[in-house]
């Protein structure tokens, strides 16, 4: 099994700053990549911010500029810092990691989610 904590979210202000974290664990082999989405109410999930296998980073356009992903590799986690926030970033985040585990073969693990609420 793999398991996936987030932790740091909570409800800020408009135009805040805020960090999240989200660490792997279990039997896991190597991560082949790691990131965030995110789900607004009434919304489907999407792609936040990821950080693929050879250190390539991906992000929505709607937070380029503004949030920042990076990894610990010797701790199976990574980071989101969040700058300027903005109503629309309010959502459950989560956190993803596909990871090849002990048993062999992909793994796919998703966290439980961390609430961020951005208000003015």
């Known amino acids: 099994q793999v398991q996936v904590v987030e932790s740091g979210g909570r409800s800020v202000q408009t135009g805040e700053s805020l960090g999240l974290s989200c660490s792997a664990s279990g039997r896991i082999v190597s991560i082949d990549r790691m990131g965030w989405y995110r789900e607004a109410p009434g919304n489907q999930r999407e792609l936040v911010a990821r950080i693929l296998r050879d250190g390539s980073i991906e992000y929505a356009d709607s937070v380029k500029g503004r949030f920042t992903i990076s990894r610990d590799s010797n701790k199976n986690t990574v980071y989101l810092q969040m700058d300027s926030l903005k109503s629309e970033d309010t959502g459950v985040y989560y956190c993803?990691?596909?990871?090849?585990w002990g048993l062999g073969g992909f793994f796919d693990a998703w966290g439980q989610g961390t609430l961020v609420t951005v208000s003015s």
């Open positions: 993803n990691a596909l990871v090849i």
